[in-house]
């Protein structure tokens, strides 16, 4: 069956590191773009990071991209074995707090993923004192 299932969230202190993980099941993960996303209570959602898919074709090189309010303090990176997406989050700021989706799409527009026609249920990062 097909999935995306986040794990990692959790609460932690300001300024502290949360490591999130985007597991697949019933597709090679490698193959899409692979897109972050958060949403605070009462606010948007917004895109966080976004990793090109890097099967080999032309058009899919494993780039990474960012959003500008988390550039510096995230970093995106896959691991194809497993078959598994990371975010790594440091310095981590109350601002930060939301729920993070991750999702497959086809490419990455920036730090927004496209097309994007799967999800995972989410996870929750809280940061406070």
């Known amino acids: 069956q097909l999935q995306l299932v986040e794990s990692g969230g959790g609460l932690v202190q300001p300024g502290g590191s949360l490591r999130l993980s985007c597991a697949a099941s019933?597709?090679?993960?490698?193959?899409?773009?692979i897109g972050w996303f958060r949403q605070a209570p009462g606010k948007e959602r917004e895109g966080v990071s976004c990793i090109s898919s890097s099967d080999g074709s032309s058009s899919s090189d494993g780039s990474t991209y960012y959003s500008p309010f988390v550039k510096g303090r995230i970093t995106i990176s896959r691991d194809n074995a497993k078959n598994t997406v990371y975010l790594q989050m440091n310095s981590l700021k109350p601002e930060d707090t939301a729920v993070y989706y991750c999702?497959?799409?086809?490419?990455?527009?920036?730090?927004?993923?496209?097309?994007?026609?799967?999800w995972g249920q989410g996870t929750q990062v809280t940061v406070s004192s």
């Open positions: 019933g597709f090679t993960l490698d193959y899409y773009a």
């Open positions: 999702a497959r799409g086809n490419y990455c527009s920036n730090y927004v993923l496209y097309d994007v026609h799967y």
